[in-house]
């Protein structure tokens, strides 16, 4: 059984992209003659600041500020109830998010210090939705047993590769790569891997037990260091390959009170099953907002 916390974790990365954009541009927005400003021209009709952000408003402005109400009752009602998230917490979460779910990217788009936030703000809403309900220690201790492989894992090494036909091919990528070029760039272009190549070549965290990637991957890895990339071309069932190891991460095994809190809140969430969702706490929290008012209109 997976946590529920990763795709609730893309989600709402993917959701605050939006926001971001919306209230950034929505800021410019102070004087009436910003707001008349003409953004784009097709022949002789205009679009205007104005209606750009009435379109974004209606499409995207409910989600938004439904999702802002949403941040706001997590940090009241957790606050209210004295429930705080460690910076251990977290540390655990987001290692299980590399290692076991293979799940973590950071690009220029979603840093990981915006992967914390959103884990430490799934914690609370996980804590808050599940405050009053109570598992038994050998309900836990019994899904900690027979689910011990989520907890453990082997070293894993976050790789990137650049794969291509001929070995001249890869020295030359090689060459581009000593002056200064940068791996992810190099990938895009030159990659035969279109599964990778429009993400700077990642294939995420691997380790032994992967029957996915080349094995020579993994040794190689093992002697690199991390952001070094291999020096000579490496020939792989595809051709020719050349790997950059990111990160690696130790392998280790979580033992049962380190990771017995997260097992209650996941085996209480799947009791919740449809009910476990933020909107139950706005009561709680005396929510109001624009869209109760204009329904009522």
Known sequence: MKSRLVPIVLGALFVNCIVIAYV??????????????????????????????????????????????????????????????SKDEIDREFLLIKAVYNSFYEDEGT???????????????????????????????????????????????????IVVKEKSEAERVLK???????????????????YTAPYGGDLGFVNEQRDNVPSEYIETAKRLKDDQWTTEPLKVSQGYAIVLRKEKLDGRTFTYDQVKDQIRRQIAMDQLGDKASVKTLWKDADVSWFYDRKNKD
Do not use: P
């Open 111 to 161: 840093t990981e210090k915006e992967w914390r936030e959103q884990i430490r703000h799934n914690i609370l809403l996980e804590e808050l939705l599940t405050k009053d309900i109570v598992i038994s220690d050998n309900e836990l201790k019994s899904f900690y047993q027979k689910n011990k492989d989520l907890y453990t894992f082997d070293d894993s090494y976050r790789l990137k590769h």
């Open 24 to 85: 950034l541009t929505k800021s410019m927005t102070a004087s009436s003659s910003s707001a008349q400003e003409v953004i784009a021209n097709i022949g002789n009709n205009e679009i205007t600041r104005e209606e750009w952000l009435s379109k974004m408003e209606e499409r995207y402005g409910k989600s938004t500020l439904e999702d802002m109400i949403n941040d706001r009752v997590v940090d009241r009602l957790a606050e209210k109830n004295k429930i705080s998230v």
């Open 176 to 194: 581009e790569l000593k002056d200064g070029s940068s791996f992810e760039a190099a990938a895009a272009e030159h990659s035969t891997d279109r």
